[in-house]
Nanobody, 124 residues
Framework: QVQLVESGGGSVQPGGSLRLSCAASGNAARSDCMAWFRQAPGKEREGVAI????????RYADPVKGRFTISQYNGNNMLYLQMNSLKPEDTAMYYC?????????????????WGEGTLVTISS
């Protein structure tokens, strides 16, 4: 049963923008806590942005603050990541994840469902 499917990755030049999308279904679609992660070649997976939609709480990793924006639209079970001013160090596989529907438990290490990822490459 497919739960999370990412799209929107691609190759852009430094300074460019991309918008990643994540379509949620099944149990993942009922989650109020969702996040984006990324994993660059040779590095560990890291949390990029997380959102708890009922109260609009959002948190960002320091390297992406001011450049990335996470948003969620429950009406169509979609999660987005708008990425602006992209840098070569943003190159990575980006993953969508869904966690427990609790603000108290809405942390990167509490995710229950994962997508298969979409590749983002920033290069001139």
């Amino acid at each position: 049963q497919v739960q999370l499917v990412e799209s929107g990755g691609g190759s852009v030049q430094p300074g460019g923008s991309l918008r990643l999308s994540c379509a949620a279904s099944g149990n993942a679609a009922r989650s109020d806590c969702m996040a984006w992660f990324r994993q660059a070649p040779g590095k560990e997976r890291e949390g990029v942005a997380i959102i708890y939609s009922p109260v609009g709480t959002k948190r960002y990793a320091d390297p992406v603050k001011g450049r990335f924006t996470i948003s969620q639209y429950n009406g169509n079970n979609m999660l987005y990541l708008q990425m602006n001013s992209l840098k070569p160090e943003d190159t990575a596989m980006y993953y969508c994840a869904a966690g427990p529907s609790s603000l108290r438990l809405c942390f990167y290490n509490k995710m229950n469902y994962w997508g298969e990822g979409t590749l983002v490459t920033i290069s001139s």
